[in-house]
């Protein structure tokens, strides 16, 4: 199926969140590698093909693309990074007690899917991986996000006023036993900055500046 792009101005998540689900023929899986900025502020172009990605609109992001994001993440003063999940730590839902195993998000991030900051899970975006503002990657401890973000916000972090991250997804599976599921694969889409009275729902979470963050992130 060949689908006709749509260009429609989204000011919010939520605007396109039902954006997307107005593209018929997208999979679910697929909606945000196929989600392309074509002029600021925030208007979107969505397109079909298996190759429509965030950071061209033509092909899926690359590593040499998600490491200049980063370059540039780093420049600005209003930089910030943090934890937003901890591998194979154990976290009770209820009844179970759930683990994310090494390499849950890395189908999220190569295809470009994990695309945004948000601040406790509202609708207003405050960094975008398809402007060069947000940056996710896996290291051996989990999973690791920078950004650039509004200067207000910025000293709110700086301050240690933030409470944690928290990822949002659509989906997670993996291996199911008695009282415990391991999380193999998570279909993430945004991370949070939690600001009091929210806290994260998995231990292990925290943002800071860039600066202090990036000698935390080797023990935590």
Not at 86 to 113: M, Q, T, Y
Not at 146 to 164: C, F, H, K, Q, T
Not at 187 to 201: G, H, Q, W
Request: net charge neutral.
């Amino acid at each position: 199926m060949t689908l006709e792009p749509i260009y429609r101005p989204c000011a919010s998540a939520q605007d396109i969140r039902e954006a997307l689900e107005e593209c018929d023929g997208l999979t679910r899986s697929w909606m945000y590698g196929r989600l392309a900025v074509v002029d600021a502020p925030m208007m979107v172009l969505y397109e079909s093909g298996p190759a429509a990605g965030p950071h061209t609109g033509g092909s899926r992001p690359t590593r040499s693309d998600d490491l200049a994001v980063l370059r540039r993440i780093r420049v600005s003063p209003w930089a910030v990074a943090g934890r937003a999940a901890r591998f194979d730590v154990p976290c009770r839902r209820g009844s179970v007690v759930e683990r994310i195993r090494p390499g849950a998000f890395a189908d999220a991030i190569a295809a470009g899917r994990l695309t945004a900051l948000l601040v406790d899970h509202r609708d207003d975006v405050v960094a975008f991986n398809w402007d060069s503002t947000f940056y996710a990657e896996e290291d051996a401890l989990g999973l690791f996000i920078a950004a650039v973000v509004p200067p207000a916000l910025y000293r709110r972090i700086a301050r240690g006023d933030a409470s944690g991250l928290s990822v949002s997804s659509y989906a997670a599976t993996g291996a199911a036993r008695r009282g415990e599921h391991d999380l193999e694969t998570i279909e993430a889409y945004e991370v949070s900055v939690l600001l009091p009275p929210k806290r994260p729902a998995r231990p292990g979470t925290w943002v800071d500046t860039l600066e202090r963050a990036e000698r935390r992130r080797v023990r935590s």
